[in-house]
T-cell receptor, first 109, second 113 residues
Framework: KNEVEQSPQNLTAQEGEFITINCSYSVGISALHWLQQHPGGGIVSLFMLSSGKKKHGRLIATINIQEKHSSLHITASHPRDSAVYIC???????????FGSGTQLTVLP | GAGVSQSPSNKVTEKGKDVELRCDPI?????LYWYRQSLGQGLEFLIY????????KSGLPSDRFSAERTGGSVSTLTIQRTQQEDSAVYLC???????????FGQGTRLTVV
């Protein structure tokens, strides 16, 4: 079993819809990261959180440490939000990242 | 620099050749990580540097892989005697410390033919 599990693997939404991507992990962590990867592009860090909730524009990330679960929400989705969203956890003394398999999001106009 | 810079952006090499991939982290970032993204494997950790030392090499897949970092800045990942299974995107990330936000480069796409 992977240490970091994401769902769904693929998600198609209509523009304007509220989107939720889920992430569960099975190990002790120092922080959880949400990353965005556009086709052919590099990876951008969206959030790093170790408790509670963070908001940036239309993006909201929450984490429940007791349940080892995090969610990424996108409000009023837009076609430019189409990308792969990756959940990753940092652990160990080096805090290297262990990644989920990613969620391919497609937002249709 | 303004961001993490990796070179080359693409590299095609013949099986058995050695390749060097370069990462120029954000100035002042002491932590540097190499990751690999391959089809069917997702993203995996390769090696971590704190300054010039590499306390964690646990992710390097074989002894054909090595990396160094000089001056607490530029890092080079070297793959000797490349194999087809080494084909992947190699990503570098840097951060101010080990528990701060990581900034990723655009990656080097390596194709071994």
């Amino acid at each position: 079993k992977n240490e970091v599990e994401q769902s769904p693997q693929n998600l198609t939404a209509q523009e304007g819809e509220f989107i939720t991507i889920n992430c569960s992990y099975s190990v002790g962590i120092s922080a959880l990261h949400w990353l965005q990867q556009h086709p052919g592009g590099g990876i951008v860090s969206l959030f790093m959180l170790s408790s509670g909730k963070k908001k940036h524009g239309r993006l909201i990330a929450t984490i429940n440490i007791q349940e080892k679960h995090s969610s990424l929400h996108i409000t009023a989705s837009h076609p430019r939000d189409s990308a792969v969203y990756i959940c990753a956890v940092s652990k160990g003394s080096a805090r290297q990242l262990t990644f989920g398999s990613g969620t391919q999001l497609t937002v249709l106009p | 620099g303004a961001g993490v810079s990796q070179s080359p952006s693409n590299k095609v090499t013949e099986k058995g050749k050695d390749v060097e991939l370069r990462c120029d982290p954000i100035s002042g970032h002491t932590a540097l990580y190499w990751y690999r993204q391959s089809l069917g494997q997702g993203l995996e950790f390769l090696i971590y540097f704190q300054g010039n030392s590499a306390p964690d090499k646990s992710g390097l897949p074989s002894d054909r892989f090595s990396a160094e970092r000089t001056g607490g800045s530029v890092s080079t990942l070297t793959i000797q005697r490349t194999q087809q299974e080494d084909s992947a995107v190699y990503l570098c990330a840097s951060s101010f410390g080990t528990n701060t936000e990581a900034f990723f480069g655009q990656g080097t796409r390596l194709t071994v033919v």
